[in-house]
């Protein structure tokens, strides 16, 4: 059996092994999440998020809220404030409208980012989350 070496610059969709939930691509859904499963959005979602797991909006995703993880990958549109607790990753064509904190921040060539980028060292997860609505609040 082949063993893969870890990879510290490792795409976040490499290592997830399933996703809980699946937002499909003509379904609108509107109201809060919260959780700990993984979940992957293909649809339109209009409210707030605490996840704690990974999100996905794929490329025909739309979010439009505060969008609140331990993991999120965009490659789709987000409309709203992102708190990324462990990382965040833009990919080619993700596109965002809004604050961003997280302390590990990937965006590709392509990616786009309209508003504040806040980035932090490795701190505990609960502070981070404190600090970065912090972070949002006062620069409005």
């Not at 969709?13 to 993984?38: K, W």
């Given at each position: 059996?082949?063993m893969?070496?870890?990879?510290?610059?490792?795409?976040?969709?490499?290592?997830?092994?399933?996703?809980?939930?699946?937002?499909?691509e003509?379904?609108?859904?509107?109201g809060?999440?919260?959780?700990?499963e993984?979940i992957v959005?293909?649809g339109t979602?209009?409210?707030?998020?605490?996840?704690?797991g990974?999100?996905?909006?794929?490329?025909?995703?739309?979010?439009?809220?505060?969008?609140?993880?331990?993991t999120?990958?965009?490659?789709?549109?987000?409309?709203?404030n992102?708190?990324?607790?462990q990382?965040?990753?833009i990919?080619?064509?993700?596109h965002?409208?809004?604050?961003?904190?997280?302390?590990?921040?990937?965006?590709e060539t392509?990616?786009?980012?309209?508003?504040s980028?806040h980035?932090q060292g490795t701190?505990?997860?609960?502070p981070?989350?404190?600090e970065?609505?912090?972070?949002?609040?006062?620069?409005?």
């Amino acid at each position: 059996m082949l063993m893969a070496k870890k990879n510290n610059y490792q795409r976040t969709l490499d290592s997830v092994m399933r996703f809980a939930s699946a937002i499909g691509e003509n379904t609108t859904i509107n109201g809060q999440f919260s959780g700990g499963e993984n979940i992957v959005v293909r649809g339109t979602v209009k409210g707030d998020s605490d996840i704690k797991g990974i999100i996905v909006i794929m490329e025909s995703g739309c979010w439009i809220g505060h969008l609140v993880a331990d993991t999120i990958v965009i490659a789709g549109r987000v409309e709203g404030n992102i708190e990324a607790r462990q990382k965040l990753e833009i990919v080619a064509g993700g596109h965002i409208v809004g604050d961003v904190c997280s302390p590990v921040i990937s965006m590709e060539t392509g990616a786009i980012h309209e508003g504040s980028l806040h980035m932090q060292g490795t701190i505990p997860l609960q502070p981070l989350a404190e600090e970065c609505l912090d972070s949002i609040l006062l620069s409005t």
